[in-house]
């Protein structure tokens, strides 16, 4: 993706508070959404995601800080808000009783602006043989997929969606986010809460770590890996003489160890890897086993906060 | 008011999926119908056909207590669609709550007209309509003033915090409020301080419109009635769009 800075941010969170009697909810939470992007609020449960999305979306009232998206407020504004943000939340439900095609007329008839095709957005998500089934007939993924189809039948130009793949099969969560990527590609902007560090590692852009109410950072996710943890590490299983010193010699790395036979080579050099390929190949090294290991969201998480996510 | 139309009927529909809905609203008026025309002939004492309470008491008390069922159904929904999270979804749309207030309203009145007929059907043997007083009369002073009382119910349930508790509420304020209505004993028969009360609450003005066209009377001899009983709707409407709790 293209250098944030040039792109139009069209959420923008600065210092925003909120306090349910004497627990507060999110103490200080600051970043921008860009245009055309996909961005995670990404956290543990608890953290205050839901929260900080559903003041950015309306429903809910800050206490404190300023919030704009696409220029307006969203409370103050919300009539004009409204018809141009599609919204999942994490816990909704239907008239049990309704169908599916039901619910499509009902939100598109909510509407100025022309609807989606309805008919295609269910195709697409997979609900076309549900059309006629009413609401507490769906399963789990169905009714989290049926939420989808109606967050994006106003066409809206940000969609949230709200920890959108919890309790559903890893299959399932695969495709929501390809249809997630797919919001992208139809030039949405996507705001998405997740507390699932792969979720977040593979489907945003951009992702801001949230933790007890205070967003702690943002960033891409490869950038925040190497901002966090920058430590490397490269496994090498090698019989050939000299391999420590010889590993030992290669910049940026600060350690070798040798452990059941694989030596273990660590530094803070981003082309490690590259480096130590360079090095078995430059010495003729016989080489039976080699793995890079590279730190992920999760490994962040816990150099941020100095607890791990699934605490 | 954008999807008022769209969501009224939706909502009749889904209403009417419910078992106890449809059963409730179509089958026991039915029910009551063809059971009072089998009994019609055999039990009906010629003595209470041509009763006072017949002639005048029962209609309008049956028409009472379809306002009341309407309002506290109106509350039932309003606090079931809250808890199960179904309003916190719509929040996030266009749509305002007094476009779900009369989605219900309208709704309600079409129950409550359904259920008239048949019971109008279903009374005939025994309620003969007054000289002079039309169905529609009668039936337009039932509706009017359900769907004024309608909003009282909206605004009550921005106070129910959970479907359990909307009937129980509901009850609560709604049968003292009928109890000195004037539909058992005539407001006049009160003590002052009651009769005051009494004339600030909308029940007794429904029910001296419903009793007054019963009976006879023209609509204009009950403005009076009619304007209190939009008052009620105008200030329960401005209140409930205020205090509205989404979840």
Not at chain 1, 111 to 140: C, H, I, N, V
Not at chain 1, 253 to 270: F, M
Request: proline share 5%.
């Amino acid at each position: 993706m293209s250098e944030p800075t040039s792109r139009r941010a069209v959420i923008k969170v600065d210092g925003l508070r909120k306090t349910y009697g004497s627990l507060v909810a999110v103490a200080n939470a600051s970043f921008e959404v860009l245009k055309g992007e996909i961005f995670g609020l990404v956290g543990p449960n608890g953290a205050g995601k839901t929260t900080t999305m559903e003041c950015v979306e309306g429903v809910r009232r800050a206490d404190g800080g300023t919030i704009a998206v696409l220029d307006l407020d969203p409370l103050r504004d919300a009539a004009q808000l409204q018809p141009r943000i599609g919204v999942q939340l994490q816990q909704s439900h239907l008239q049990k009783r309704i169908t599916v095609r039901e619910a499509m007329h009902l939100w598109a008839a909510l509407y100025d602006r022309p609807a989606a095709d309805g008919d295609r957005l269910l195709a697409q998500l997979g609900l076309a043989e549900k059309r006629d089934a009413w609401f507490m007939t769906l399963s789990g993924g169905q009714q989290q997929r049926l939420f989808i189809a109606l967050a994006l039948v106003n066409e809206p130009d940000v969609v949230f969606l709200d920890e959108l793949t919890t309790g559903l099969d890893p299959q399932a969560r695969r495709a929501i986010w390809d249809l997630v990527r797919g919001i992208r590609e139809r030039g949405k902007t996507v705001f998405l809460t997740t507390h699932l560090m792969e979720e977040a590692e593979r489907l945003c852009d951009r992702v801001a770590i949230m933790d007890s109410g205070r967003v702690i950072d943002v960033d891409t996710p490869a950038r925040l890996v190497s901002r966090h943890c920058p430590d490397r590490l490269v496994v090498v299983a090698t019989d050939a003489a000299d391999a420590a010193i010889r590993f030992g010699s290669i910049p940026g790395v600060s350690r070798v160890n040798l452990v059941d036979g694989r030596y273990e080579i660590e530094g803070q050099n981003d082309d490690l890897t590259t480096a130590v390929i360079q090095c078995v190949s430059a010495h003729g090294m016989r080489v039976s086993d080699f793995r890079a290991v590279t730190p992920t969201l999760e490994d962040v998480f816990l150099a941020l906060t100095g607890h791990s996510i699934r605490d | 008011m954008r999807g008022l139309w769209h969501l009224a009927w939706l909502e009749l529909k889904v209403f009417l999926r419910e078992p106890m809905g449809a059963f409730g609203t179509l089958a026991v008026p039915a029910l009551v119908f063809f059971g009072a025309n089998l009994a019609g002939t055999s039990i009906a004492p010629q003595r209470f056909a041509g009763s006072e309470f017949a002639r005048t008491g029962l209609p309008v008390l049956a028409a009472t207590f379809m306002t009341i069922t309407a309002v506290l159904s109106l509350m039932t929904i309003i606090a079931i669609y809250r808890e199960g999270g179904i309003l916190k979804r719509l929040r996030a749309t266009p749509l305002r709550p007094l476009t779900i207030l009369m989605a219900h309203v309208l709704v309600k009145l079409a129950l409550t007209a359904v259920t008239l007929v048949v019971l109008a059907l279903a009374g005939r043997r025994f309620v003969a309509l007054p000289e002079g007083v039309s169905m529609v009369s009668f039936g337009a002073a039932l509706l009017y003033a359900t769907a004024c009382l309608l909003s009282l119910g909206f605004l009550l349930a921005s106070f129910v915090p959970t479907a359990r508790f909307a009937q129980p509420l509901g009850a609560l304020v709604l049968y003292p409020m009928v109890g000195v209505s004037g539909l058992f004993v005539p407001v006049e028969a009160f003590p002052p301080m009651l009769q005051r009360i009494a004339q600030v609450l909308p029940f007794t003005h429904a029910v001296s419109l419903m009793q007054g066209i019963w009976l006879g009377q023209p609509w204009t001899t009950h403005l009076g009635d009619v304007a209190a009983l939009f008052a009620t709707a105008v200030v329960c409407s401005a209140l409930a769009s205020r205090v509205f709790r989404w979840e």
